[in-house]
C-alpha cells in the first residue's frame, strides 16, 4: 500500500467517514468573530485572538459592556469569552456536545473550575452555523457547517508557563485525582461506545501507525512498550477500576494562577511555589518565592469511560517532559502521593503506573509523528519529539519495577 493510500485508509478508520480533501478545521473569513458574536449573542467585539487548537477554532474575545442578549446577565465579563467553532466531524454527532458539557457541569458543581457556556439571544446552548466563504458577500453561496458554543474563559497560565517544583507536582497529581474522585457518580450513554485512538486503552492499535517512526532504534523502543504493554497490562484490566476520565490531561488543559498569599487547602485551587532553596527528602523541605494555584480544566474533548489510573499517567508523563529536575524520573513518586490523597489505587494499578507512562509517551510519540506526515507545514504535533524521546529512552532502561519501588519511596515519603 503506497504512503498516501495508507494515511487515508488510517484516517477513515480513526473518524468513520472521511471524504478525499475534506478539511476538519473550521474556515475562518473575514469578519467571522465579529459576525458570530454579534449575530448569535448580541455582542460588539472591541478585539480577539485566536488561541491554539487541534481541530477546531478556538477564540479569545473582547467585547463592549453593553449587549443585547436577553438571556445573560447584565455585568460583562472583563476577562472575555471564549468563542468555540467545532470541527466539521463533531459538528455532526450531537451527542457529542451533550456528553461533554454534561460532564463539564457536572464536576463544576463537584468543585473543579470548568468553563460555563453562554446562552445565545434565542437562549440556546450551542447552535449548527452556516460560515460562507465571503461573508461580505451576499451572492456567496460557498458554505459549511458547525457547532457554535461561547464559554467563559478562564484566565490563568498553562502549565507550561509555571516552575514544575516537586510540590506543584504533587499538587497536579492531587487536582487529577479530585477530577476522578468528582466523577466517580458521573454517567452518560453516549460514552459506553465512544472510542479514541488518543485513549490508552488504544495502545495496541497504534501498529497502523508505527510506520511513521523510520528510525530504526525509535521503533524498536516502541515495539517493545507495545509489546509489554499487551503481555502486562492488558490481562490486567479486570482488576483495575473503571469510571469516566478526563482523558487528555496535559500541560495545556490544566491552568494555573499567580498567588502571593498562602497556599489554599481547597482541592479545587491548589498551589505550588518556585524555589530556591534546597531539599533533604525529594524536595519536600522548599524557600517559598512565588505561589501558584491550579485554577481551572479544559478540553474535554478526550474524555471516556475508562479508567482513572490513565488520568494520573497522563499528568505524569507530561510533567516528566516539560520538568527541569535532574533526575525527571522522580515525578512519578511526587504524582502519585498527591493522586492517592483523592482517589485510591489498587497494587495492580500501582504496578501497571509505570509501562502505562512508557506507553502514553509512545502514543503521544508515533502518532505526533504520524500527524506531522499529514502536514509537514505544521510542526507543532512533534513538540513531544525533543524531549520525549531521551525520557522514554531513560524510562526503559530500568525495569518497571524499579521505577514502581522507586516511585511508592518518594510517595511514602511524603506521609
Known amino acids: 500500500m503506497k504512503l498516501n493510500q495508507q494515511i487515508f485508509f488510517i484516517l477513515s478508520w480513526m473518524s468513520g467517514t472521511m471524504n478525499v480533501g475534506e478539511t476538519l478545521k473550521p474556515m475562518n473569513p473575514a469578519g467571522m468573530v465579529s459576525n458570530l458574536m454579534s449575530r448569535l449573542y448580541g455582542m460588539e467585539v472591541i478585539n ?27 455585568n460583562i465579563d472583563p ?59 451576499p451572492s456567496c453561496t460557498e458554505f459549511c457547517e458547525y457547532v457554535v458554543v461561547l464559554q467563559t474563559f478562564i484566565p490563568g497560565l498553562t502549565l507550561n508557563k509555571v516552575p514544575l517544583t516537586q510540590p506543584f507536582m504533587y499538587k497536579c497529581g492531587k487536582f487529577v485525582g479530585f477530577i476522578d474522585k468528582s466523577l466517580e ?73 499567580e498567588k502571593p498569599s498562602s497556599p489554599m487547602s481547597d ?48 499528568i505524569t508523563a507530561y510533567l516528566m517532559i516539560d520538568c527541569n529536575l535532574d533526575d525527571p524520573l522522580e515525578v512519578g513518586g511526587h504524582t502519585l502521593a498527591g493522586y492517592l490523597t483523592e482517589f485510591e489505587l489498587n497494587q495492580s494499578e500501582r504496578e501497571a503506573l509505570p509501562l502505562l507512562v512508557c506507553a502514553r509517551l509512545v502514543q503521544s510519540l508515533v502518532m505526533g509523528r504520524y500527524t506531522y506526515l499529514q502536514d509537514t507545514t505544521n510542526e507543532y504535533p512533534l513538540d513531544t519529539e525533543k524531549r520525549g524521546w531521551p525520557l522514554l529512552f531513560k524510562l526503559w532502561e530500568h525495569s518497571m519495577k524499579e521505577l514502581h519501588d522507586f516511585w511508592k519511596q518518594i510517595a511514602d515519603s511524603y506521609m
Open 48 to 74: 480577539w485572538k485566536e488561541l491554539v487548537s487541534y481541530d477546531d477554532r478556538n477564540f479569545l474575545v473582547i467585547v463592549r459592556t453593553e449587549h443585547k442578549n436577553p438571556n445573560m446577565d447584565d
Open 79 to 137: 476577562n472575555g469569552y471564549l468563542l468555540k467553532v467545532f470541527n466539521s466531524r463533531d459538528s455532526k454527532i450531537p451527542q457529542y456536545f451533550d456528553s461533554l458539557y454534561a460532564m463539564m457541569d457536572f464536576i463544576r458543581e463537584k468543585g473543579v473550575p470548568t468553563p460555563k457556556r453562554i446562552p445565545n439571544i434565542d437562549g440556546e446552548f450551542l447552535s449548527k452555523q452556516k460560515i460562507y466563504t465571503d461573508l461580505d458577500d
Open 185 to 257: 457518580d458521573f454517567y452518560h450513554p453516549y460514552y459506553e461506545t465512544y472510542e479514541t485512538i488518543w485513549s490508552l486503552e488504544a495502545i495496541p492499535k497504534l501498529v497502523d501507525f508505527c510506520y511513521a517512526i523510520e528510525d530504526r532504534e525509535k521503533r524498536c523502543v516502541v515495539d517493545e512498550v507495545i509489546d509489554a504493554y499487551k503481555r502486562d497490562v492488558l490481562p490486567s484490566f479486570p482488576e483495575f477500576t473503571k469510571g469516566q476520565i478526563h482523558g487528555d490531561v496535559n500541560l495545556l488543559n490544566m491552568l494555573a494562577k
Open 267 to 314: 482541592s479545587s485551587e491548589v498551589s505550588t511555589t518556585s524555589t530556591t532553596g534546597s531539599n533533604s527528602s525529594y524536595g519536600l523541605s522548599f524557600t517559598e518565592e512565588k505561589t501558584y494555584n491550579l485554577c481551572g480544566i479544559i478540553d474535554f474533548a478526550d474524555a471516556t469511560y475508562s479508567y482513572p489510573v490513565f488520568d494520573l499517567a497522563l
